[in-house]
């Protein structure tokens, strides 16, 4: 195998909630640490923006989608082109794309697995279009090997904080909120937990005609529907034995607007209850799911809820006072391009024929080298 060298990556990936395209200029070390040199949201033209949420509510053409498969190409490529202008042409590109659909579950036709996930942003468009070498599709190898194909960012995870000498549950709260459990004594472990800021954005949006809750400041003015969270917390998912995954699909548009419809009167209260919501699924996440298993000493929060103050007050309320509650930041990793920085390692891990999938986390049946190289 080539010898390790360290490596310049502009890491691409637009999550579920869709607020934009996060591309970050990153260092990539041979001991899998990764220095963010530089980081932008790239905001998608708005009638692209649109058709991506039409896609979301299966609303869209197979036309729709093959061109859209361009079409969040070329957006990627100038979000990288952006920081090439900058700083130069990087080593190559690791690029997430944008999942548009999602599918972990085990059906079959004609005895064939159904199982299978779709990330639009052809890669051949973001080679051509900035020169760079691109690597893309990384859940794909993992969902052949019965994977779920997420979550993917514990590998980052236990390479980051595996020997911290403390037990650790990293959570990233985006559109879908996912956690991944590093122990000292224990094998990682991970699993989507279950809503992050899909409903939350959507509620905001479809009552005060924002794009999100800043700081959580609608939330902090609400009051909290004991009876309709407790409605909320009944979902099925949230009973599921690990791992399991979730997106858009399960948590859509018409999943949010049906219990829309035994929601209190009050907006802020209702955006006060969802933000609950997240908050309240991820501690009994823990409950059900990990405190049987391993003692956690600290919960790490990354993603935009790490902004969302009201959430954090709130999972400091329903979390164990023993338990530390802290962000990435205080460990010097960017809450906004943590999963950049992840996917940026995935990549280097990919460029080098390195297993990058952990199957005690996606429940694949073995380790695997995710990730396809499109070369210029």
Sequence with gaps: MEELESKKVIALMSGTSCDSIDA???????????????????????????????????????????????VIGKCFADAANVLISEFGKPDFISSHGQTVYHYPFDTSIDNISLKSTLQLGESSVIAQNTGCMTISNFREADMV??????????????????NKGKNYAIQNIGGISNVTVVSQDFDTFGFDTGLGNIMIDYCVNKYFSLPYDKDGEIASTGIISDSWLE??????YYYLEPPKSTGREYFSSQYIENILKFAPDEPKDIVATVTALTAKTIAQSYER?????????????????????????????????????????DYGISNNFKEVMAFALLGYCTYYGIPNNLPCCTGADRRVVMGKITPV
């Excluded at 070390?29 to 979301?56: A, C, R, T, W």
């Design 231 to 236: 409605c909320l917390l009944s979902d099925e």
């Design 145 to 162: 090997q019965n994977g779920q194909g997420a979550p993917l960012v514990c590998f980052a995870d236990e390479a980051w904080f595996k």
């Design 289 to 329: 799911f990990i405190y049987p298993n391993v003692g956690i000493h600290e919960v790490v929060i990354c993603g935009g809820g790490a902004y969302n103050k009201t959430l954090m007050k709130m999972l400091r309320t329903y979390l164990p006072k023993h338990i530390d509650l802290k962000t990435c930041e």
């Design 24 to 70: 970050g200029l990153c260092e990539v070390f041979p001991d899998k640490s990764v220095k963010l040199i530089q980081g932008i949201n790239y905001k998608y033209p708005e009638h692209v923006k649109s058709k991506i949420f039409q896609m979301f509510r299966m609303e869209a053409s197979i036309k729709d989608i093959c061109q859209m498969n361009f």
